[in-house]
Structures are given as C-alpha cells and as structure tokens.
C-alpha cells in the first residue's frame, strides 16, 4: 500500500507561484512514476505532469514552460509558476507501483489552488 499525502495549495493571484508537494509512504520502493492531475469544477481530472524513477518527465501542453515536476527520494514536487485563473483546480498526487507483475494506481485527496486577483 502506499498513501499519498499533498500539501502546498492555497490562494494566489495570477502570475503568481505556488510549490505543491506530495509525500509517499508505504510501500515506496516499488513506485515507478508518479504524477500529478488536477480536476476543476465541473471538469474530468486530467494530467498535469509525470516524473519516473530515473528522472524523465513529461508535461502537458497547457502547463509546459510554467512548471516544474521533480523528485526527491519519496517526496514529489511541482512547482507552479507564471499561474493563470484556469489553472484553479484541485491538485491531486498520483503514484504508479508495480509490483510482483502487478499495476496500481494510487492517489491522494487532493489540494486546492485557486488562481484570483
């Protein structure tokens, strides 16, 4: 099992920055990527970046250039900067861990942003 806790989010203006991050516990050793999604109101979740064991990561194209995924032992960071209003959304931390052939998906509860003059 693994449990994902995120932290970071709050009220910003536009332009502004924000660092989310997302701690794992658990079962650690056996995540292969971990990501992060973001669902706004009235809105499916979507993703917003990922990052691999080995550092690779990759974006979507509304938020590349503007932020930051990174990886620090079993703490998963994303650092939001340049902040428009349509990036208000709850954030959600995501981890993939494969073990014994086995897939699953993990995912925290979430942390608002909210991107406001």
């Known amino acids: 099992q693994v449990q994902l806790v995120e932290s970071g989010g709050g009220l910003v203006q536009p332009g502004g920055s924000l660092r989310l991050s997302c701690a794992a516990s658990?079962?650690?050793?056996?995540?292969?990527?971990m990501a992060w999604y973001r669902q706004a109101p009235e809105k499916q979740r979507d993703l917003v970046a990922t990052i691999t064991r080995g550092g690779s990561t990759h974006y979507v194209d509304s938020v590349k250039g503007r932020f930051t995924i990174s990886r620090d032992k079993n703490t998963v960071y994303l650092q939001m900067n340049s902040l428009k209003p349509e990036d208000t959304a709850v954030y959600y931390c995501?981890?993939?861990?494969?073990?014994?052939?086995?897939?699953?998906?993990?995912w925290g509860k979430g942390t608002l942003v909210t991107v406001s003059s």
């Open positions: 995501n981890a993939v861990r494969e073990w014994l052939s086995i897939t699953t998906n993990y």
């Open positions: 658990g079962s650690t050793f056996s995540i292969y990527t």
